[in-house]
């Protein structure tokens, strides 16, 4: 069974900091390259970061360059997305994805169900 599955979500004020996580299971999925993607109302889905399997090698979304950062631990197949510096913007439902690569989403084969990140002013 292919599964991703994303935590960390919530409220937060604008300046302040969250960390999401994304846990990627099935035979297909181990050692995937991980994304992650966000989709605000009313708005299309967008690229925020990706990371590849090996060598670590990143992606970011010009919007998010310098406040977010996102990691990986292989032995957990775990993706993580720290996101300092918030932004009232940057409210949005946050998806991961996996089992692809790029920025667009055509590019992924695998999504989570997403979690809600909201920032206040």
């Known amino acids: 069974q292919v599964l991703v599955v994303e935590s960390g979500g919530g409220l937060v004020q604008a300046g302040g900091s969250l960390r999401l996580s994304c846990v990627a299971s099935?035979?297909?999925?181990?050692?995937?390259?991980m994304g992650w993607f966000r989709q605000a109302p009313g708005k299309e889905r967008e690229f925020v970061a990706a990371?590849?399997?090996?060598?670590?090698?990143?992606l970011y979304a010009d919007s998010v360059k310098g406040r977010f950062t996102i990691s990986r631990d292989n032995a957990k197949n775990t993706v993580y997305l720290q996101m300092n510096s918030l932004k009232v913007e940057d409210t949005a439902v946050y998806y991961c994805?996996?089992?692809?690569?790029?920025?667009?989403?055509?590019?992924?084969?695998?999504w989570g169900q997403g979690t809600q990140v909201t920032v206040s002013s």
């Open positions: 994805a996996a089992g692809g690569w790029g920025i667009t989403p055509e590019g992924y084969a695998n």
């Open positions: 990371i590849r399997w090996n060598f670590g090698s990143t």
């Open positions: 099935g035979r297909t999925l181990v050692a995937s390259n």
